[in-house]
């Protein structure tokens, strides 16, 4: 079973704007993973952020974890028209469980 | 670097036959490959752990005796669909451990698999 519930399920913007994407899980974890899935293709690793941090910045990505609340973010900024793709959510040391996933268009 | 490789990318066959997938890691030795399974606007779905030089294990309600895998180096894992049929189509996606645990996977870029 899935046990990162992601929000929202899908989102279209305009390129330039930010797109924000939010992930709650149920148990604790020891790391949290986002990672971008392009159509057909496989999954592309975005960044891990541990459970002793708040906040990750990679480019033109931020995420942010809330250990109390069980919950993760992932804001794109500056959204682009190569941004389109699915974001998924992931916890687990060893084997993933993935959250459903955002499937993010931005158009040109 | 942390490359994967995974073949065929796309299949299409007959019910009833076998189709055996490859998944490599090809320029690092991988403790741990992952099989997951996707079917299309949802997420993936995690099928088996895989260690090299023993036994794959499975998840729950996937059938170790339908989907073989084998781990017979550190650097490749198969996965054979064994008398494929219609219900078994799907999109197929390894990924690769690199060390220890807490640390990102590498994926594959997938296999689409369907079966007529």
């Known amino acids: 079973s899935q046990q990162g519930e992601e929000d929202p399920q899908a989102l279209s913007i305009q390129e330039g704007e930010n797109a924000t994407m939010n992930c709650s899980y149920k148990t604790s974890i020891n790391n949290l993973q986002w990672y971008r899935q392009n159509s057909g293709r496989g999954l592309v690793h975005l960044i891990l952020i541990r459970s002793n941090e708040r906040e990750k910045h990679s480019g033109r990505l931020r995420v942010t974890l809330d250990t109390s609340k069980k919950s993760s973010s992932l804001l794109i900024t500056a959204s682009r028209a190569a941004d389109t793709a699915s974001y998924f959510c992931?916890?687990?040391?060893?084997?993933?469980?993935f959250g459903g996933g955002t499937r993010l268009m931005v158009k040109p | 670097g942390a490359v994967v490789s995974q073949h065929p990318s796309w299949v299409i066959c007959k019910s009833g036959t076998s189709v055996k997938i490859e998944c490599r890691s090809l320029?690092?030795?991988?403790?741990?490959m992952f099989w997951y399974r996707q079917f299309p606007k949802q997420s993936l779905m995690l099928m088996a752990t895989s260690n090299e030089g023993s036994k794959a294990t499975y998840e729950q309600g996937v059938e170790k005796d339908k989907f073989l895998i084998n781990h017979a180096s550190l650097t490749l894992s198969t996965l054979t669909v064994t008398s494929a049929h219609p219900e078994d189509s799907s999109f197929y996606i390894c990924?690769?451990?690199?060390?220890?645990?807490?640390?990102?996977?590498?994926f594959g870029d997938g296999t689409r698999l369907s079966i007529l």
């Open positions: 320029d690092f030795q991988a403790t741990t």
């Open positions: 992931a916890k687990g040391a060893d084997m993933l469980t």
């Open positions: 990924s690769a451990l690199r060390g220890p645990i807490n640390q990102p996977q590498h």
